[in-house]
């Protein structure tokens, strides 16, 4: 009996997978795989693109070679904040990588350390 049921659903199941190659769109079905019908690659929409500039865009630098302003700035908003990491971008914009406690995070801001939301 454990048989007859187990063949049952065997059954089954490989009908419901014909069916489902069955229902595929009629152009699918006779293409043959050529370097034309390879998948192209994807291309960033421009609002992806300008978010891949943003974060390529920034040249890691020595923290000390932060701009005092900034330090200065970021003693002021996070006194317990430790400096990691830093990077500048051509409109000299700094790229701050800081750690408070257990958390870590970015935070951007001018050569004059005034924050800059992104």
Known sequence: ???????????LGSLTTMSAQDQAPAE???TVPT???APA???ATPAEA???EEVNEY???????V???VT?????AFPDAVLNKAAVNDKKEYQLQVKVGDKEGLLYADETGKWIEK
């Open 35 to 37: 370097e034309q019908a």
């Open 1 to 11: 009996m454990k048989k007859l049921i187990l063949s049952a659903a065997i059954v």
């Open 41 to 43: 690659t994807e291309q």
């Open 67 to 69: 701009p005092a302003a």
């Open 59 to 65: 040249t890691e630098i020595k923290t000390e070679e």
């Open 28 to 30: 699918d079905k006779n």
């Open 72 to 76: 200065e700035a970021l003693k002021k």
């Open 50 to 52: 300008t978010v891949a």
